[in-house]
């Protein structure tokens, strides 16, 4: 039964109760009870009473007046109390749980499609700039962005190792169409050797370890903040199915559903012998508060630090240019290269072969690449920003649970009469304890004792997921997936450790942020200068050759690459 279903049904209770009777004395008939009870809980009326009796067998609802309820409905009512609390959880729990729920899908999606455009871009670059690389190179990139998806959503792989994939086997296709142009090995024990000198000869320089470092900062806190909302939409579900103890059963009872026993169908609880009631059954859960309101605070500051090369958007996005900074810097070395490769794998038995076509299928591709010609202000850290915001207000949800459900639903209006467990008065006199487990101790209606096993196992929990997302700062030296030795070449500058406001960005070449622009193979649908906007750059790169010269950022060492290029018309 949903929330919606669920009030509609009360109201209808509430509106036949109106033909009942609310006098605590002289009650003549248990029609109205009767009719109460089939509506509330269906089934016959068959063994229900006519009219009031002695409740000797009674055990909770206990009165010394006559009451409409035996045994049986008794019984049945305290499984309706604790049906109509949990419901309530439910319906309470609902706005927060779907925007969590929403938000973790919305990522989910994002990320998937950030890693499609990545992919698009890396295979553009070869189409477009090496094409003669490109048929060759499609496996190579679509493992390594399947690896960088499964890292993600949570798969155990290993970014370092997955990266060092990539570059061990981007190195023989340069060193075959670069280096070597136009002949190659005919045997594939070649390339393999050259694919495992790749980390000794250290063709791409710094680049693969640059890319680890970007990498490790940008995909370990996206990957933690997913996970980090499936915890809370977990926590969520465990309180809204609590399994209440006897001792609370026979509270709600008590408070609900006694008061029917004598005829007072429309009494509602007094507003503080509800909240006795209420903060001794979710006494447990009260002790959620300061571990929910840590966990908000955690996912705020973890989401406030995920911008610039910690930004997973900034990263993937640029990936493409790392590629092109290696490719051309393995060919600027390719004499020294080719050198190195000779002694450690010998000379390759030539044999000329033809450049296979681009594999590249636009057509395929168009609606993920259109998917980035988005709004700039449409960004990935915007909706975090804008979920964080949203989630904020709910820090302190579970410290005042009891409270909602008393006043917004349970019981009655201030200066109204009201069901106090024994009779209709006007007001409660007993004391009202505090929320929280040892706050108990003083509650003149329910005694709660012990801890619950569930509740303490999420508490446990939200502790892990917390010190996860603390323990997660922006310094390169927990944020980095790097080991000695790595990547190959020597101790890197921390040329990837600065943001967007230092003026730095993700290429291996140290150029300002640089936007993809491509002259050719280009979807109709597609505006970069969307893309552009999206990165907020001053520089751009180009990867179509016969512009390259007049890109405002270029390097010396990039553009006398392309001038080299250019006398080798025969590599393109």
């Not at 006043?407 to 006007?426: M, S, T």
Request: proline residues 5%.
């Amino acid at each position: 039964m949903d929330a919606r279903t669920w009030r509609l049904g009360l109201r209808g209770l509430l509106l036949l109760a109106l033909l009942g009777s609310s006098r605590s004395e002289g009650v003549e008939t248990c029609e109205e009870v009767r009719k109460l009870f089939h509506w509330r809980l269906g089934g016959a009326g068959k063994g229900l009473p006519d009219s009031p009796r002695a409740g000797a067998d009674l055990q909770v609802c206990i009165s010394k007046k006559p009451t409409c309820c035996t045994r049986r409905m008794e019984e049945r009512y305290q499984v309706a109390a604790r049906q109509d609390l949990q419901q309530l959880l439910q319906t309470s729990s609902s706005a927060l749980k779907s925007l969590i729920s929403r938000n973790a899908a919305a990522l989910q999606e994002t990320l998937e499609t950030l890693i499609r455009q990545a992919e698009n871009y890396t295979s553009i670059l070869f189409c477009n700039t090496y094409r003669n690389m490109a048929l060759e190179a499609v496996a190579s990139i679509q493992e390594f962005f399947t690896d960088v998806g499964l890292y993600l959503f949570g798969a155990d792989v290993n970014p370092e190792e997955f990266v060092n994939r990539f570059f061990d086997s981007l190195f023989p296709l340069v060193y075959n169409h670069l280096i070597n142009p136009g002949v190659t090995d005919s045997s594939l024990q070649y390339s393999e050797c050259i694919r495992m000198a790749r980390r000794d000869v250290s063709p791409f320089g710094n680049i693969p370890k640059r890319v680890m470092g970007q990498m490790g900062r940008s995909l370990l806190p996206s990957r933690t903040f997913l996970q980090s909302l499936n915890l809370g939409i977990e926590v969520i579900n465990t309180t809204d199915h609590l399994q209440f103890s006897k001792e609370c059963g026979r509270g709600l009872l008590k408070m609900q559903y006694c008061s029917h026993c004598q005829g007072l169908t429309l009494s509602k609880p007094c507003k503080g012998y509800c909240l006795n009631i209420a903060r001794a059954c979710l006494a447990h859960v009260a002790e959620l508060n300061s571990h929910w309101h840590a966990y908000i605070r955690s996912l705020e500051e973890l989401s406030d630090a995920m911008h610039g090369t910690y930004d997973i958007e900034h990263v993937l996005l640029n990936f493409h240019l790392h590629v092109n900074d290696a490719v051309l810097q393995a060919h600027l070395n390719g004499p020294k290269l080719a050198e190195q490769v000779n002694k450690i794998c010998g000379h390759p038995v030539r044999m000329p072969t033809p450049s296979p076509p681009c594999s590249f299928d636009l057509s395929k591709e168009k609606h993920g690449m259109k998917i980035s010609a988005r709004n700039g202000e449409e960004t990935l850290a915007t909706r975090r920003k804008e979920f964080i915001n949203s989630l904020r207000m709910y820090r302190s949800f579970y410290g005042g649970l009891a409270d909602q459900l008393c006043i917004n639903e349970l019981a009655a209006a201030d200066g109204q009469l009201c069901w106090n467990g024994d009779d209709v008065v006007k007001s409660y006199t007993q004391p009202v304890v505090g929320n929280g487990i040892k706050a108990q101790s003083g509650n003149p209606e329910v005694k709660i004792k012990g801890t619950d096993p569930v509740i303490n196992q999420i508490i446990d929990k939200l502790k892990h997921v917390i010190q996860l997302l603390q323990g997660i700062s922006p310094k390169p030296s927990r944020w980095e997936l790097l080991q000695p030795g790595s990547g190959g070449g020597g101790p890197e500058p921390a040329s990837g450790d600065c943001d967007d406001e230092d003026g730095c960005g993700g290429s291996g070449s140290g150029e300002a942020r640089k936007t993809l622009k491509v002259t050719k193979w280009m979807p109709d649908d597609m505006n970069f200068s969307d893309v552009k906007q999206i990165h907020r750059t001053d520089h751009r790169s180009t990867l179509d050759t016969t512009e390259a010269g007049s890109a405002s950022g270029t390097e010396p060492m990039t553009l006398a690459l392309i001038g080299l290029l250019t006398l080798l018309p025969k590599l393109w």
